[in-house]
Each structure stands twice: as structure tokens, then as C-alpha cells.
């Protein structure tokens, strides 16, 4: 399943709900919000783009990622991600015992950390004697090239389905459907695409003014080298706005 319908399928509450539940092994699991292509900013370093971000009745946050590449999975960009939720989610003065549990999903193409294991749980623990250290804090990687005989397996399996005809269980199935065989979802999808190419057009004209500005060029001249206003350039260059809307 491709980056882009894969946040499409997760962007349905009931496909999320659905997914979670067969990864968390919890089928009373309910998603109350969940939202694609949430932006956490970090003022004094680097910034992400989550692919999804749901909560849950309890409380529980999750991050789901859907990887195509091993680089993508890293145990350190997990980390940051956990990192990023945790700022983003207090507000000034709360107590950090607010924190909620918070897991940050990974469903890589392969076995990115090499254990051949269909799923693999990472806590942090006490070295000295095992116990759990009690942060709330859970990294989950999922292999979706293991399609066995379990929920996770068959899962996994619909997950490289490239026809709804062709998956085994009926929630993604419909879902699938509806992106890609109904007229109104093919239309949405070919919008999406679109949009995605402008946001690469509009970082490269980002990327232009820049490079055009470091050389010395009047911002009158720069503006009409990418085709925007100067006020745009100005602002990309204050870094008041981002090109991407």
C-alpha cells in the first residue's frame, strides 16, 4: 500500500479504529479523533509531518507510519516522534504526569530491525533487574511482509492487496473500493496527487528564491524568476510562512 493511500485509508475513523485494534490486539479499542498529515512543529529544530495521529477513548495517543523504505524507520526518528507528541501535547504548566500513553507505530515494507518477527514491542526497561521503567512511552514495528494465518497476518496480507477483490477482510476492503474503483474516489484521489505535485512545485520555488536571494538578487527580480509575489518572498524568507498550505 502506497505512502499516499495508505494515509487515505487511515484518514477513515472506521479503517483506523479498525487497523489499531488488530495491532494493538485489542478489539474494544475506540478512536475518537484521528487526523492525517498532522504537522508538529518545533520552534528550535527540526519539524514533522505524521502520517497519522489518532486518540483513543482511554486516552492513549498513537502515531502510525506507513514506510515504504527501512531509512524512513530508524529507531531514532521513532524517538523523535515520541519526542515531538510529548511537546505538543501539554499545555503551559500542566504537570507531566498528564502525559498520556502515547505509542508510535511503524508498519515498515520488511524486517527493518532484523528479528523476523511479525511484530515486535520496545519499552524502556530497568537494565538491572528487567522492570519496566513506566513512561508510557511504547514503539511498535510491524513487518507487512509476514501475511500469516492470525488477525496481523491477514492484515498484513490486504495491506499488499492492490484490489479491493483481492483482500480478505471487508472493512479495508470497502475502503479500498471507494479510493480506487468508484468514480467519486478515483476523482479524489487524482486531486490528492495533484495537490502533492504543487506542494513540490512550491518547495522548489521555495528553494529557488533562496539560493537566488544568498546570490544577491533584488527581491523584485527574484519574485518574478518563480512567480510570486514579493510579499511571499519575503515572507518565505522570514520564515513567517511555509510554501506548502
Given at each position: 500500500m502506497s505512502d499516499i493511500l495508505a494515509r487515505n485509508v487511515l484518514k477513515d475513523k472506521e479503517c483506523c479504529e479498525y487497523i489499531l485494534r488488530i495491532i494493538m490486539n485489542d478489539s474494544m479499542l475506540t478512536v475518537l479523533d484521528n487526523q492525517v498529515q498532522v504537522d508538529y512543529k518545533n520552534l528550535h529544530g527540526r519539524s514533522a509531518v505524521l502520517d497519522c495521529v489518532a486518540k483513543s477513548g482511554d486516552g492513549r495517543l498513537f502515531n502510525v507510519e506507513i514506510q515504504q523504505e527501512d531509512e524512513g524507520a530508524i529507531p531514532k526518528r521513532a524517538r523523535y516522534h515520541l519526542g515531538l507528541m510529548d511537546m505538543n501535547v501539554l499545555n503551559p504548566g500542566e504537570f507531566f504526569d498528564k502525559l498520556p500513553e502515547t505509542y508510535i507505530i511503524f508498519v515498515t515494507q520488511d524486517d527493518t530491525l532484523g528479528y523476523r518477527l511479525p511484530i515486535a514491542h520496545v519499552d524502556r526497561i530497568i537494565k538491572e533487574n528487567g522492570a519496566e521503567f513506566g513512561d508510557e512511552a511504547h514503539i511498535i514495528y510491524v513487518d507487512s511482509s509476514k501475511h500469516e494465518d492470525t488477525e496481523l497476518g491477514r492484515l498484513m496480507h490486504d495491506f499488499h492487496c492492490k484490489a479491493a477483490s483481492d483482500m480478505q477482510d471487508g472493512v479495508l476492503a470497502k475502503r479500498i473500493y471507494e479510493l480506487k474503483e468508484s468514480e467519486e474516489g478515483v476523482t479524489h484521489m487524482c486531486k490528492v496527487l495533484e495537490e502533492i505535485r504543487e506542494e513540490g512545485r512550491m518547495e522548489d520555488k521555495m528553494e529557488t528564491a533562496n539560493n537566488l536571494y544568498?546570490?544577491?538578487?533584488?527581491?523584485?527580480?527574484?519574485?518574478?524568476?518563480?512567480?510570486?509575489?514579493?510579499?511571499?518572498?519575503?515572507e518565505w524568507l522570514s520564515g513567517e510562512t511555509s510554501p506548502v498550505k
Open positions: 544568498k546570490m544577491g538578487m533584488p527581491l523584485e527580480q527574484i519574485a518574478q524568476a518563480v512567480q510570486v509575489s514579493v510579499q511571499m518572498i519575503q
